[in-house]
């Protein structure tokens, strides 16, 4: 069945640093690959996407890239800031999906930025 | 703009009970997903509604069930609720198929 598996599950990092964190998907009709940050008591609110159209996208401090033929995405956050401190997950769908454009996430990531 | 509102936000239930969630989409959105994120997990898909009919379903037994009514706003019903039912119940609306989706806060339900 479709799945997604991202990895690592949780990563710590020092003030200023980089983060990665990278995801792999199972079904090749996947075209819109959406992440997610979710705060403590709160719904996962979106960062960044990227459709399968496009190898790189970057928003400020953010980026995702995309390797299709290999099945992954990745999320890249440079300077990282306390605030960064989150759980992030990434996420994949067929879009537009014929009736459904459901989500399927990942296992998530905390990030844990230390100051 | 509001966003995606629901309630409640915390919920205890016995098990065998039933129990409604509800939803208020963000303005001018019509699609409604539904979410369970069981503690340290990703969200999976209950189902979805379009204009205020079912078109697609994840991996759930029937007592999990939905309604979305003419404003778009939506509510999750569960019935004979059993303690693996424990999750946040997200709620996310989108302005259409093939739009991004705003989550709301969830509702955290508890079976005891």
């Known amino acids: 069945g479709e799945n997604v598996e991202q990895h690592p599950s949780t990563l710590s990092v020092q003030e200023g640093d980089s983060a990665v964190i990278k995801c792999t998907y199972s079904?090749?009709?996947?075209?819109?690959f959406p992440w997610y940050k979710q705060e403590l008591g709160k719904g996962p609110q979106l960062i960044i996407d990227i459709r399968s159209n496009v190898g790189e996208k970057k928003d400020q401090r953010i980026a995702v890239t995309l390797n299709k033929t290999a099945k992954h995405f990745s999320l890249h956050i440079t300077e990282t800031q306390p605030e960064d401190s989150a759980v992030y997950f990434c996420a994949a769908t067929r879009w537009p999906g014929g009736a459904t454009n459901k989500l399927i996430f990942g296992t998530g990531t905390l990030l844990a930025v230390q100051p | 703009e509001t966003g995606v509102t629901q309630s409640p936000t915390h919920l205890i239930k016995t098990r065998g009970q039933q129990v409604t969630l509800r939803c208020s989409s963000q303005?001018?959105?019509?699609?409604v997903s539904w979410y369970q994120q069981a503690l340290g997990q990703g969200p999976q898909f209950i189902f979805q509604?379009?204009?205020?009919?079912?078109?697609g379903r994840g991996n759930f037994p029937p007592r999990f069930s939905g309604l979305q009514f003419p404003n778009y706003s939506s509510e999750l019903n569960v019935n004979a609720l059993e303690l693996d039912d424990s999750a946040l119940y997200l709620c996310?609306?989108?302005?259409?198929?093939?739009?991004?989706?705003?989550f709301g806060s969830g509702t955290r339900l508890t079976v005891v």
């Open positions: 996310a609306s989108s302005p259409g198929l093939g739009y991004g989706y705003t």
């Open positions: 303005s001018g959105h019509n699609t």
């Open positions: 079904d090749s009709a996947s075209n819109y």
């Open positions: 509604y379009y204009r205020e009919e079912e078109n």
